[in-house]
């Protein structure tokens, strides 16, 4: 396995616990805290909870350090930048001012296309 490949491995090992140690943090709603109900909390006390904010620190610590590695690792695998792989074409030449050209098209549309009435004029 490559470096990237175990590099991806821990990464994803961290962002687990890292959801994990969220996830079981006591809240002041006791929303998902606790993973029991009410007054079955798993873990309690001051101690207890300045442990896991700790914890949960030095995950997001982690997290952020090896996403830059793996973003590293990422861009020394490939040699070229995206700008480099698009071809250079030849530009078409440019008209010359259209907007000088679209009263006289339109003039020329409209006398070209004559409307004659549906209903013939009573005389």
Known sequence: MGLYTVLMVVHSIIVLFLIMMILVQRTDSDGMG???GGGNQFLTGRTTANLMTRTT????????????????????????SIVD???????????????????????????????????????
């Open 57 to 80: 620190a030095i995950l997001a610590a982690a997290f952020m350090i090896s996403s830059l590695l793996l973003a590293v690792l990422a861009n020394r695998m490939t040699n070229q």
């Open 85 to 123: 792989a698009v071809a250079v074409t030849e530009e078409a030449p440019l008209k010359k001012d259209v907007a000088a050209e679209l009263p006289e098209a339109v003039e020329e549309k409209a006398a070209a296309k004559k409307v004659t009435p549906s209903v013939p004029k009573p005389e």
């Open 34 to 36: 606790g993973l029991g």
